[in-house]
């Protein structure tokens, strides 16, 4: 169902003013706040930040009068910037709690939280892909729509990294770590075999986050991401395809604004079609849901972009018989106008 235009009008400034705080939040310039040591009767700078939850210092320069001149004005900027942080957080949670009375969906605060320390540390935003269904659940604001409950419910965080594009960290984040500093109850899931690393976690309630990586050619064990999570992923079938085009989003958490990065929702609804094809008899729910997903958001692609969707969809059938069997399968579960209008 489109939610009314107010609303709409209301995410988008709302998303605006997420990614602007965000970009106050992560600049390039890294080195932290700045601290004087003197050495041998001499004064210098150092940069000091936290790494890995760890105090680490880098030198910056000598002490002179025009380096004392350039951090006196950087520290001034900063105390500025911080000031306007604090006005920004401030309308987006009030206009978070507009939008959930708008009858957006928002994120309970564990889930928000999780998602939160992700983002901060660009694994969902500007590194990975979230995925699975909270990337669903991001295409309501950007969309304009208002899902059923159903098609939200979810307990799993699913992020995807691709090791052939994903550009390694100058200090690779530690997932475990990062997820533990938000639930100290999160542990590893073991693999089901020994040549299969971790490649999940749960913590408090059930919450899951599980790291994927695309599947191509024979499966032979984990996706080792040392350099990007300290950590595996486990290779999925498909997912390069879903991961080819992806956009900005922002989910919504009792806080404010969560910046993501998720498949283009033309691409999320054909892999759903595929992804229920390919499920057993004992996942009825899970394609059942699928369904229900790929259905939605390709009605609302007709609409709002069926060339995107047309594309992605000729793209995925000319990747062999077992792809167009999969997506013929699925498509007979969908309305007959559905049907009628992605036979390209």
Same mark, same amino acid.
């Given at each position: 169902?489109?939610?009314?235009?107010?609303?709409?009008?209301?995410?988008?400034?709302?998303?605006?003013?997420?990614? *602007?705080?965000?970009?106050?939040?992560?600049?390039?310039?890294?080195?932290?706040?700045?601290?004087?040591?003197?050495?041998?009767?001499?004064?210098?700078?150092?940069?000091?930040?936290?790494?890995?939850?760890?105090?680490?210092?880098?030198?910056? /320069?000598?002490?002179?009068?025009?380096?004392?001149?350039?951090?006196?004005?950087?520290?001034?900027?900063?105390?500025?910037?911080?000031?306007?942080?604090?006005?920004?957080?401030?309308?987006?949670?009030?206009?978070?709690?507009?939008?959930? *009375?708008?009858?957006?969906?928002?994120?309970?605060?564990?889930?928000?939280?999780?998602?939160?320390?992700?983002?901060?540390?660009?694994?969902?935003?500007?590194?990975?892909?979230?995925?699975?269904?909270?990337?669903?659940?991001?295409? #309501?604001?950007?969309?304009?729509?208002?899902?059923?409950?159903?098609?939200?419910?979810?307990?799993?965080?699913?992020? !995807?990294?691709?090791?052939?594009?994903?550009?390694?960290?100058?200090?690779?984040?530690?997932?475990?770590?990062?997820?533990?500093?938000?639930?100290?109850?999160? *542990?590893?899931?073991?693999?089901?075999?020994?040549?299969?690393?971790?490649?999940?976690?749960?913590?408090?309630?059930?919450?899951?986050?599980?790291?994927? #990586?695309?599947? *191509?050619?024979?499966?032979?064990?984990?996706?080792?991401?040392?350099?990007?999570?300290?950590?595996?992923?486990?290779?999925?079938?498909?997912?390069?395809?879903?991961?080819?085009?992806?956009?900005? /989003?922002?989910?919504?958490?009792?806080?404010?604004?969560?910046?993501?990065?998720?498949?283009?929702?033309?691409?999320?609804?054909?892999?759903?079609?595929?992804?229920? !094809?390919?499920?057993?008899?004992?996942?009825?729910?899970?394609? !059942?849901?699928?369904?229900?997903? #790929?259905?939605?958001?390709?009605?609302?692609?007709?609409?709002?972009?069926?060339?995107?969707?047309?594309?992605?969809?000729?793209?995925?059938?000319?990747?062999?018989?077992?792809?167009?069997?999969?997506?013929?399968?699925?498509?007979?579960?969908?309305?007959?106008?559905?049907?009628? !209008?992605?036979?390209?």
């Amino acid at each position: 169902m489109e939610i009314d235009i107010a609303v709409r009008t209301l995410f988008a400034e709302f998303q605006e003013a997420v990614f *602007r705080r965000f970009e106050l939040e992560h600049p390039p310039d890294e080195s932290g706040t700045f601290v004087s040591k003197t050495l041998k009767g001499k004064k210098y700078w150092y940069g000091q930040r936290y790494v890995d939850g760890k105090m680490v210092q880098k030198y910056h /320069a000598p002490s002179t009068p025009q380096n004392d001149h350039d951090i006196f004005n950087i520290r001034k900027d900063r105390q500025g910037k911080k000031i306007l942080l604090r006005k920004l957080l401030a309308d987006e949670q009030n206009r978070a709690a507009m939008l959930k *009375r708008g009858g957006l969906p928002i994120l309970d605060p564990l889930t928000s939280s999780v998602l939160k320390a992700l983002s901060d540390a660009l694994l969902i935003y500007k590194g990975g892909v979230l995925v699975g269904s909270y990337a669903f659940w991001a295409y #309501a604001g950007m969309l304009g729509q208002r899902f059923e409950g159903g098609l939200l419910k979810t307990l799993d965080i699913d992020m !995807a990294f691709d090791p052939l594009v994903a550009m390694p960290l100058e200090v690779p984040v530690s997932l475990l770590k990062l997820l533990k500093s938000v639930d100290e109850h999160f *542990r590893e899931v073991p693999g089901f075999l020994p040549k299969y690393s971790p490649h999940s976690y749960i913590g408090l309630h059930g919450l899951r986050v599980d790291v994927l #990586a695309p599947l *191509r050619g024979k499966h032979r064990g984990s996706v080792r991401l040392e350099k990007i999570i300290g950590a595996a992923a486990e290779p999925v079938r498909f997912l390069d395809f879903l991961m080819k085009k992806s956009v900005s /989003a922002v989910l919504i958490g009792p806080g404010g604004g969560i910046p993501v990065t998720v498949p283009h929702p033309a691409r999320y609804a054909v892999h759903k079609l595929i992804v229920a !094809a390919r499920r057993p008899v004992t996942e009825s729910s899970k394609r !059942a849901k699928d369904i229900a997903q #790929a259905g939605t958001l390709i009605d609302i692609c007709l609409k709002e972009e069926p060339a995107e969707l047309k594309n992605a969809f000729r793209e995925a059938q000319k990747e062999g018989k077992k792809w167009r069997a999969y997506l013929l399968q699925s498509l007979k579960r969908l309305p007959t106008e559905t049907q009628a !209008a992605l036979s390209v």
